[in-house]
T-cell receptor
Framework: DADVTQTPRNRITKTGKRIMLECSQT?????MYWYRQDPGLGLRLIYY???????NKGEISDGYSVSRQAQAKFSLSLESAIPNQTALYFC??????????????FGPGTRLLVL | QKEVEQNSGPLSVPEGAIASLNCTYS??????FFWYRQYSGKSPELIMF????GDKEDGRFTAQLNKASQYVSLLIRDSQPSDSATYLC??????????FGTGTRLLVSP
């Protein structure tokens, strides 16, 4: 079984709809991240959480919100989806205890299309 | 200036050759550096990390770090068609977040 899972894997929605993307991990990591990836722009950080009570905005948080329901679960919400939020979304996790070797491990991604 | 820069490519090499992928970064306080491989439509997967100046080898892969020049590279020896992918350089600037480059697309021809 995959260590980091994302649901749904694909989603088509309409402008103005609220949607939620979910991420779960069995790696036991305390840190979780949400990224979006657009062609030519690379991976951009939306939100990150270093533990259940610590949630921080990334470089492109406008239009998004998150919830860390448990150490293993981190959800991303688009309150009112717009077409320029069409992208590939990745969840990632990392282990604080690894120091300089702290590595982020990615889920399989959610492909979102906003019409 | 972007924090992490990579040539977008594509970098084309014949099978069996050495592929050299380069990355420069702007923050001198950067502490650790990561190379990820990403196949089209798939998630990034870690190849290796490096945090000390010099070379680090893992199988066919060698990462090279030069902090004075703010430069990190990845060498792939005996390149295979299955190595064709986008290679992402990521830098930990010390705030426990990774900053990613936009990636270099590598094409290995049989």
């Amino acid at each position: 079984d995959a260590d980091v899972t994302q649901t749904p894997r694909n989603r088509i929605t309409k402008t103005g709809k609220r949607i939620m993307l979910e991420c779960s991990q069995t790696k036991g990591h305390d840190r979780m991240y949400w990224y979006r990836q657009d062609p030519g722009l690379g991976l951009r950080l939306i939100y990150y959480s270093f533990d259940v009570k610590d949630i921080n905005k990334g470089e492109i948080s406008d239009g998004y919100s998150v919830s860390r329901q448990a150490q293993a679960k981190f959800s991303l919400s688009l309150e009112s989806a717009i077409p320029n939020q069409t992208a590939l979304y990745f969840c990632a996790t990392s282990d604080r205890g690894r120091g300089l070797q702290e590595t982020q491990y990615f889920g399989p991604g959610t492909r979102l299309l906003v019409l | 200036q972007k924090e992490v820069e990579q040539n977008s490519g594509p970098l084309s090499v014949p099978e069996g050759a050495i592929a050299s992928l380069n990355c420069t970064y702007s923050d001198r306080g950067s502490q650790s550096f990561f190379w990820y491989r990403q196949y089209s439509g798939k998630s990034p997967e870690l190849i290796m990390f490096i945090y000390s100046n010099g070379d680090k080898e893992d199988g066919r892969f060698t990462a090279q770090l030069n902090k004075a020049s703010q430069y990190v590279s990845l060498l792939i020896r005996d390149s295979q068609p299955s190595d064709s992918a986008t290679y992402l350089c990521a830098v930990n600037t010390g705030f426990q977040k990774l900053v990613f480059g936009t990636g270099t697309r590598l094409l290995v021809s049989p």
